[in-house]
């Protein structure tokens, strides 16, 4: 008596799809093949090229690391002195002229609006400015 093995038992759905793969053409395996190597090598040159375009983006793109700065000792003197040369003829009577006219009409405004009681509250900010004055400002402004 000859000692055989049994023959394995394939499920009918997995000999079904064996038997079709019979039927594919090797021309059709062969073509499949080289498209997906032909995109493997693509999507690895695509890689290549991006790994030496940021190596080299950091060397031509990025500034030099500049040294550190001591903070520089200030004169003020010297620099009220700067300013004033360079404010001079900046402001000058028509610009004062135009600077009341503006804050007559923002007084005046704020009035209106209820910001303030009466005009004589203006006074009493040259001490202490109302933190709610750039709203009135800002208010004001998009009113015109």
Sequence with gaps: M???KPAPIIPDGARQ???S???INSHAI???REDELESLNAGINLEDMCETQVQTAGIHH??????????QRIDTEAVKKHLKVASENVVVDNT???YRRLWDQF????LYMGFVDDEAEFQSY???????LPVWVAVWIMNK
Excluded at 62 to 71: D, F, M, S, V
């Design 30 to 32: 062969n073509q499949d």
């Design 126 to 132: 040259n001490k202490e400015i109302p933190c709610d």
């Design 17 to 19: 799809c064996l038997l």
């Design 96 to 98: 004062l002229r135009e």
């Design 2 to 4: 000859v000692n055989m």
């Design 62 to 71: 990025l500034r030099k690391e500049q040294p550190a700065n001591k903070k």
């Design 107 to 110: 007084k005046a405004f704020c």
């Design 21 to 23: 793969s019979e039927s």
